[in-house]
């Protein structure tokens, strides 16, 4: 076993081997730029990105390649579709719905938007972290031109109900799109059976390398249109100019065919070693709390509070094994998560959380050491706390009138 134990996997995944190995040769032998049209090289990587497009549209459900849309990730993919649909709509309206629990990628790009003179409404979500698709119907007005909710949570691991969401959608002609970065490949998801009209993927989350992601942009039924937001030779069908980046697509297209082979053996696995990760915390801890739906959750996501422990010290006492508290998007910050507040957690348990990954690499010897060392160092940390003791002692810490010195 290997110290330290990665599980961290929302944040990103090692590059499978095979992966690897299939991108080797369009760094060098087959290097051709595939917006050349005069020459075998540019041929040659002109045909692995139309096989690569064929095989990432199979795995969102796709009926059409040409809807896969290449881009430099997820973070691009969502401002692509945010901004694109928004301003190519802006006639027909000037609203958008969205939820509270967004990634930064979709909600600062709303933000923008709202300095622009769009309106947007940020709808809730349960204790559960879960959206309820009756508040997402009450939000849409007859201005609305698109909604845009996450497949899966990259902190709580809430898989959101994407199909209910578009039939609503398609029902009151309203665009959806989801950032489904974090599910994709793990959870079921499908374009054409959640009536899904835009997609964010990425490689980085599944295996494949960083830098290359896609955005599925629906062609028929109805066809989404967008303004390109970043001007050029025409890449893309005129919706990402740029020169393709061959090896990166040629990697994710080979992430994508493995999730296809394997993703749901994989998720099985995953899930079970995930469940006894959470049995023997939940089960040999007491005050500890799972943030988020068990029900609908990602199989390798689990998000804990430890009450009486910060967050912080956590991470540095088991300093052996990568997590994460919050966001490791935002984790430069201080604040508590802005997920956990919107599931109506407080600053303490919020402050106290760790987000737990596990992935195609988490072994069941890894789960092992990291319950031992977690059941140990919060034990530890709750001796050295004098909250702690008090609330041992019975008393009510919610009612205890502190005093300033």
């Given at each position: 076993?290997?110290?330290?134990i ?5 944040a990103?995944?090692?590059?499978d ?15 051709g730029n ?7 090289f540019?041929w040659?990587?002109e045909?692995a990105v139309s096989r ?8 969102v ?41 967004e ?5 600062d ?9 769009f ?5 809730p979500?349960?204790?559960d972290?879960?959206?309820d698709?009756d508040d997402?119907?009450k ?13 899966a949570n990259?902190e709580?691991?809430?898989?959101q109900?994407i199909?209910?969401?578009g ?31 835009l997609?964010?993927?990425t ?5 494949g ?7 599925y942009?629906?062609r028929?039924k109805?066809?989404?249109r ?10 893309e069908?005129?919706m ?7 090896p990166?697509?040629?990697g ?5 065919q493995?999730m ?6 994989e998720?099985?696995?995953?899930l ?6 959470r ?18 959750r990602?199989?390798g ?9 910060e967050?912080?010290?956590?991470i540095m006492?088991?300093k ?10 935002t ?5 508590p ?6 599931m109506?957690i407080g ?9 737990f990954?596990?992935?195609?690499f988490?072994?069941e010897?890894e789960v092992?050491?990291v ?10 940390l709750r001796?050295m706390s ?20």
């Amino acid at each position: 076993m290997q110290i330290p134990i990665y599980m961290d996997y929302h944040a990103t995944t090692p590059v499978d081997p095979r992966v690897v190995e299939a991108m080797l040769p369009y760094f060098n032998a087959k290097f051709g730029n595939a917006a050349s049209r005069s020459h075998a090289f540019g041929w040659t990587a002109e045909e692995a990105v139309s096989r690569s497009r064929e095989i990432l549209a199979k795995l969102v459900g796709a009926s059409n390649p040409k809807e896969i849309v290449f881009t430099s990730g997820a973070t691009e993919s969502d401002n692509l579709a945010i901004k694109g649909v928004a301003e190519l709509y802006k006639e027909k309206g000037n609203h958008i719905v969205t939820t509270v629990i967004e990634h930064k990628a979709v909600l600062d790009t709303c933000k923008r938007l709202e300095k622009q003179g769009f309106e947007v409404t940020y709808v809730p979500v349960g204790k559960d972290g879960l959206v309820d698709p009756d508040d997402v119907a009450k939000a849409i007005t007859d201005k609305t031109i698109l909604v845009s909710v996450m497949l899966a949570n990259n902190e709580v691991g809430t898989v959101q109900p994407i199909a209910e969401i578009g039939k609503i959608t398609r029902s009151r002609g309203v665009l959806l799109h989801s950032d489904a970065v974090q599910g994709v490949g793990k959870v079921p998801f499908d374009v054409e059976a959640m009536h899904v009209d835009l997609a964010s993927i990425t490689a980085h989350k599944m295996y494949g390398p960083k830098g290359v992601g896609a955005l599925y942009v629906r062609r028929s039924k109805p066809r989404v249109r967008l303004v390109a937001t970043m001007d050029g030779g025409g890449h893309e069908f005129g919706m990402r100019s740029g020169t393709l980046n061959v090896p990166g697509i040629v990697g994710f297209a080979k992430a994508a065919q493995i999730m296809l082979e394997e993703g749901r053996a994989e998720s099985e696995r995953i899930l079970a070693l995930r469940e006894k990760l959470r049995r023997r915390i939940t089960g040999e801890l007491e005050e500890v709390f799972v943030n988020g739906s068990l029900e609908h959750r990602l199989p390798g996501n689990l998000n804990v509070s430890f009450a009486f422990v910060e967050g912080e010290a956590l991470i540095m006492a088991i300093k052996d094994v990568a997590v994460s508290s919050g966001s490791a998007c935002t984790s430069a910050s201080l604040e508590p998560s802005y997920v956990l507040h919107a599931m109506g957690i407080g600053d303490d348990l919020a402050h106290s959380s760790i987000r737990f990954g596990l992935g195609r690499f988490t072994t069941e010897e890894e789960v092992d050491y990291v319950a031992d060392l977690v059941i140990r160092k919060v034990n530890k940390l709750r001796e050295m706390s004098p909250l702690y003791e008090m609330h041992k002692e019975g008393i009510d810490l919610a009612s205890v009138q502190w005093a300033a010195h």
